[in-house]
């Protein structure tokens, strides 16, 4: 967990956030799939790798107002909290690896664009799955992005487990219902094409 700590540290120290191969200028679909889940503005939702994402500064101006961003990285934490400036007050930030995460309370929609496909060990999922079934409140929201199975196989020089919904499904368990799924064609600030795949899954 420390050497992963100290990789995205670095990462988010020797880069700018609108630099990086993941950054969206705006999160199109991930906002899709939220407005699609019809949560209200006083729901809790909870980002989960959410560092330097500007998906909190859009869910901000919408009205959304029970927010919580989580990350390893403190220094990619503290890019967003820089750029939302007071608003940032509003939101509950924590500087934590998903896999050891302890919520203080539960959530009405879960969002990861990105985090659980580094996964790639099998007790790490294991770990991660737990900690989202016993915070999302029954009838949650989880909205998951992806590499697909034709997209890269490596991210900022780490391995990653490409998914499809079979195979996700099967990391996930009978408790999660598969609403939607949309792929994306995400180009790179330095104009190199990554294929992800959005999954929109309610718990039963």
């Known amino acids: 967990m420390t050497d992963n700590k100290a990789h995205w540290e670095k990462i988010y120290a020797n880069n700018s956030p609108f630099e990086v191969s993941w950054h969206q200028q705006q999160p199109v679909i991930s906002l899709q799939l939220i407005h699609q889940s019809q949560i209200s503005h006083n729901d809790a939702i909870i980002d989960v790798g959410g560092g330097a994402s500007t998906l909190v500064d859009n869910l901000c101006s919408e009205g959304y107002n029970n927010i919580s961003v989580l990350d390893i990285s403190a220094n990619a934490l503290a890019h967003a909290k820089s750029r939302l400036g ?45 900690i989202l079934k016993t915070s999302l409140k029954p009838q949650g929201h989880l909205i998951i992005a992806a590499f697909s199975l034709d997209g890269p196989s490596m991210c900022s020089g780490l391995e990653i487990v490409q998914y499809d919904s079979k195979k996700l499904k099967s990391e996930l368990g009978k408790e999660f219902h598969l609403l939607a799924e949309q792929n994306e064609r995400h180009i790179t600030p330095n104009k190199k094409e990554q294929r992800f795949v959005y999954f929109h899954f309610i718990k039963t």
Do not use: G, M
């Open 86 to 130: 007071k608003k940032a007050a509003t939101i509950e930030w924590y500087e934590q690896d998903i896999t050891c995460f302890n919520p203080p309370h539960s959530f009405s929609l879960w969002h990861d664009r990105a985090v659980f496909h580094f996964l790639t060990n099998k007790s790490d999922r294991e770990n991660y799955i737990h």
